[in-house]
């Protein structure tokens, strides 16, 4: 059989198709015939791939069963071959990386930073190698919901495996739909989430061995730290982070009166720190509507019309009550 490609089937699934139709509709045709002449490479197609019989001056049709082994069953040899081999280079790479965990530090020392899509291919791969423990601390900035599924698919995979896994998010994180999903889906699955009232930065510490944190220079970019020190250093903070944290799951009403306590004394202490709007919007994990809303609570709650009324009765109110504010 000659060598075939994708262009020979979009012609079978096209004109040639229907050469083949109209030829095996009228039983067959003489060579001469305008249905043959009009469309040649349509018809070098058919011949080529033993559709089409040429024979005493008539075309006729082959039974496509009969041409059918002698294409599918060679593609079906090769798809075999290219899967084992991309199963062995798989296997090799995961040899490699294996090694390359047992090295203590890599050429550019204990941290190394990682760019864009580079990253996104290593956090994957470090998830899924998981054999014991995930912590991640997640501001609410930044999570899609198309990150959020990536997310979840990794994580159930890795509480499938056995891998235990605790997340924190920002207080905020509660009204978003797609995060409230993800909880429920991991949740459902036995990981344990809580949430905190004050802004931290993204972090990822895989079996307490090797820690991911953002780098100072871009968003895209992050730091991986394998120094068991600074690792050790980095849980530390997640666990305090964490005893201080609230279940998720929990939605009592003495769960939700606190957590909006907190996000209220937030937003105060933002606004009399002087943030501007935008920078306290971030830090507390909401949109700048969201924060706009909690300013005009407060405005409300003291009576004032102002951001300067507002700062005046709150520092008088401090005063009275003897607070550093």
Not at 307 to 317: D, H, I, V
Request: hydrophobic share 40%.
């Amino acid at each position: 059989m000659a060598q075939i490609d994708r262009e020979h089937l979009h012609l079978v699934e096209g004109p040639a198709g229907e050469l083949f139709a109209e030829v095996a509709a009228r039983g067959g045709v003489p060579a001469d015939d305008p249905l043959i002449t009009a469309d040649p490479t349509s018809t070098t197609v058919l011949m080529k791939l033993g559709l089409l019989h040429e024979e005493a001056g008539r075309y006729d049709v082959v039974d496509p069963q009969m041409a059918q082994g002698a294409i599918v069953t060679p593609l079906s040899q090769r798809a075999t071959e290219a899967i084992g081999e991309a199963s062995s280079w798989a296997e090799a790479f995961a040899q490699l990386t294996r090694a390359y965990r047992r090295y203590p530090r890599t050429a550019d020392g204990p941290m190394t930073e990682l760019h864009g899509e580079q990253l996104n291919v290593f956090l994957e791969q470090l998830v899924n190698g998981a054999r014991d423990e995930v912590l991640t601390a997640q501001p609410q900035v930044g999570r899609t919901a198309a990150s959020l599924r990536d997310a979840s698919a990794r994580d159930l995979a890795a509480l499938q495996r056995g891998v235990r896994l605790r997340t924190i998010y920002q207080h905020a994180a509660r009204r978003a739909r797609f995060t409230r999903q993800y909880v429920d889906r991991v949740t459902a699955e036995g990981a344990e989430v809580r949430t905190l009232d004050e802004f931290f930065n993204r972090l990822i510490v895989v079996d307490r061995r090797v820690a991911l944190i953002p780098s100072a220079k871009e968003r895209t970019t992050a730091v991986v730290i394998r120094d068991a020190n600074l690792v050790a250093y980095l849980v530390d903070i997640f666990e305090r982070n964490w005893d201080r944290g609230k279940p998720f799951t929990q939605t009592t009403a003495a769960i939700a009166s606190a957590i909006a306590g907190e996000q209220r004394a937030m937003a105060t202490r933002m606004l009399i720190e002087g943030h501007p709007d935008s920078a306290s919007a971030k830090r507390m994990g909401v949109s700048d509507r969201t924060y706009a809303a909690y300013l005009a609570d407060l405005k409300r709650d003291y009576d004032a019309q102002t951001r300067f009324q507002l700062g005046y009765r709150m520092g008088l109110e401090a005063a009275q009550d003897g607070t550093d504010s």
